[in-house]
């Protein structure tokens, strides 16, 4: 028979984990982790790691992985995921890929793009005007100049606008457009389920997440990797707000309400990504046996 993948895929905070976890369990296999943080030991709880109990549970790959001393890219992560699959598939039929990092599902599924080359004067232009204007202007290049892109980009990360500003300037077109060259052939089917909440829900899930990462320490994690603030992992929402406080710039319940405006619209971009699938079939996240019937039924008929 052939291997099989099935995807659970969603928003952050609309309980991917959960259902991965009930899926794995009635298959008697494991989870890779697409979450391009999650790998790093040393940030667990503005990452929302699953709990020591799930992580015990079920074997996560990819999880607690990394030093964040490590820098770690799709490129990287294709890799990785490729060598995990071969590890599962070696004992077990099928295996279960859970996360919300768009871009790393993509490259395990599908292989990672080539990228056209950057000449040194654009690379130095665009990172010149990062460090004289910020990310402010980051956020309005793009917006203007590549606004598909800017749409499910993560807006709050500099190195990733960094990157498709780069191959704007270099050639004319949206980094996205070098994103859907075909796919690598994979050894495997992939069964790609979605997850999804009414909004109000979800962002009521967002909010209780972000409070309950403060009560477990969320500004003394930050503080904790202080030396390594420019890592591309680090410039991300829930780290920046707090970097920001503890500079003085911003007060603490600034930084807390920043924290869960940003990742409500990180949200948003996450499902304006997913929703660009047609391959996926949704499921509303409080319904996970309908989840567990669809898989039983697609891998019935294929046995």
């Given at each position: 028979m052939k291997k099989t993948v099935i995807l659970v895929a969603g928003p952050t905070a609309v309980g991917k984990t959960a259902t991965a976890i009930r899926l794995a369990e009635m298959l008697g296999t494991q989870i890779i982790s697409a979450d391009s943080r999650q790998c790093y030991r040393e940030i667990s709880i503005g990452t929302a790691k699953p709990s020591p109990e799930e992580l015990a549970a079920v074997r996560h790959y990819f999880i607690d992985s990394h030093t964040i001393a490590e820098e770690v890219n799709a490129a990287t992560y294709e890799e990785l995921a490729m060598n995990y699959a071969a590890d599962i598939f070696s004992r077990n039929d099928t295996l279960v890929l859970t996360g919300g990092t768009g871009l790393y599902i993509r490259a395990f599924l599908e292989g990672m793009d080539e990228m056209p080359p950057v000449p040194a004067s654009v690379r130095d232009a665009v990172r010149n005007g990062y460090a004289e204007k910020g990310l402010a202007w980051l956020q309005e290049e793009l917006q203007q100049k590549d606004p598909a892109f800017y749409e499910t980009a993560e807006i709050h990360n500099p190195h990733r606008l960094i990157r498709a500003l780069e191959i704007f300037e270099a050639t004319g077109q949206s980094i996205s457009s070098f994103r859907t060259r075909s796919a690598r052939p994979r050894d495997f089917r992939v069964i790609k389920i979605g997850l999804e909440l009414p909004k109000e829900m979800l962002h009521a899930n967002i909010h209780k997440r972000v409070d309950i990462m403060m009560d477990q320490g969320l500004v003394e994690e930050v503080r904790s990797v202080l030396p390594y603030r420019q890592h591309n992992a680090l410039q991300t929402v829930g780290y920046t707000e707090i970097f920001q406080y503890l500079d003085g710039q911003i007060n603490l319940d600034t930084a807390i309400e920043g924290i869960k405006t940003?990742?409500?619209?990180?949200?948003?971009?996450?499902?304006?990504?997913?929703?660009?699938?047609?391959a996926l079939?949704?499921?509303?996240?409080?319904?996970?046996q309908e989840v567990v019937n669809f898989v039983q039924q697609k891998l019935s008929e294929v046995e």
């Open positions: 940003h990742t409500r619209q990180y949200a948003k971009r996450q499902l304006t990504w997913f929703r660009r699938d047609p079939t949704w499921f509303d996240a409080r319904t996970p």
